[in-house]
């Protein structure tokens, strides 16, 4: 369990109430908690978070460790096909390309990593 508290009165209070009902442990600050990295820097008052090692993790759980990284431009809304001719009419027909890799879950995997990423804060204490 982590808590966190810009008050060590408060934190020591609730440490204190949760003691006297479960045996606990107190082991710190963290550096790593639900497989993020927790950066403290206190002169600046700034907490980081950072998920290099979950993004690698990504990476080599989809045998996609030595893939390029590129920036890419994309309209919003596109579809992706291709045109078949019918009857001398043109129509759009969706690709079925079967992709290399189990889309869902990378695609569910990188969400869950970009919506966890922007993750410095300024200390209020």
């Known amino acids: 369990m982590l808590i966190v508290s810009n008050s060590k009165q408060r934190l020591e ?7 006297q009902k479960f045996e606990i442990k107190d082991l710190g600050e963290p550096e790593y908690f639900l497989g993020m990295e ?3 820097d206190r002169k600046i008052r700034v907490i ?5 090692e979950y993004a690698k993790k990504i990476l080599e759980h989809f045998n996609m460790k030595n893939c390029a990284a590129r920036w890419t431009s994309m309209k919003s809304r596109q579809r992706q096909g291709r045109k078949h001719e019918t009857k001398g009419e043109t129509t759009e027909k969706h690709s079925e390309v079967k ?4 889309y ?4 569910g995997s990188v969400q869950y990593l ?3 990423t922007d993750t410095t804060k300024k200390d209020q204490s």
């Open 114 to 116: 970009a919506g966890t």
């Open 99 to 102: 992709p290399k890799v189990p």
């Open 48 to 52: 980081t978070i950072n998920q290099s």
């Open 104 to 107: 869902r879950e990378v695609t």
């Open 38 to 40: 927790i950066n403290k």
């Open 13 to 19: 209070n609730i440490k204190q109430k949760l003691n």
